[in-house]
């Protein structure tokens, strides 16, 4: 089931997101570390009404952020649509005990049905340059790759943006 995020889901969070960090860095991925994701990050996201979670067997196991925010990040990249009326996806974790089980593939399926019952244009996502199973899952799903961007306190390695025409 996936429903929006509480303040008492904090933790859980934090340990998916933590316990994917340990797994990205076992694979040699260093996308995610000690400054980011943080508690500020959901705490902000569950204010803003963005961020959701996934629980299975009544466990959460996962947690997503859909936004209307576009990341000043963001703004030299050619979009392929105009920079208005997006949706953008951040912070997509599957605890690591849970993933293979489809529900990256959920998240991503109801985040898309939730831009198309709200009229939006375009879903906008980053994914780091040195996770290629993720840039693999976006492509299978036909985002489009469209150019890089940097965050400093994550890694020296760019993140690729990608967008999917609604």
Not at 48 to 62: A, H, M, R, T, W
Not at 76 to 83: A, F, R
Request: hydrophobic content about 35%; glycine content about 4%.
């Amino acid at each position: 089931m996936i429903r929006k995020a509480t303040i008492k889901d904090i933790d859980s969070i934090l340990i998916i997101t933590k316990a994917c960090a340990a797994y990205m860095i076992e694979n040699g991925i260093f996308q995610w570390n000690e400054h980011y994701p943080n508690k500020t990050d959901f705490e902000n996201d569950i204010l803003k009404d963005e961020l959701y979670v996934f629980e299975y067997q009544s466990n959460i196991v996962g947690c997503m952020v859909i936004s209307t925010y576009m990341d000043e990040e963001y703004l030299p990249i050619k979009w392929l649509t105009t920079n208005k009326n997006n949706v953008y996806i951040h912070r997509l974790a599957i605890h690591p005990k849970y993933q293979g089980k489809g529900f990256a593939k959920q998240f991503m399926d109801f985040a898309e049905e939730f831009a198309l019952k709200n009229n939006f244009q375009s879903i906008r996502l980053d994914t780091f340059s040195q996770n290629k199973r993720n840039q693999k899952f976006y492509e299978l799903r036909n985002y489009k790759k469209l150019g890089e961007i940097y965050f400093q306190k994550q890694s020296k390695h760019p993140f690729y943006c990608y967008e999917l025409v609604l």
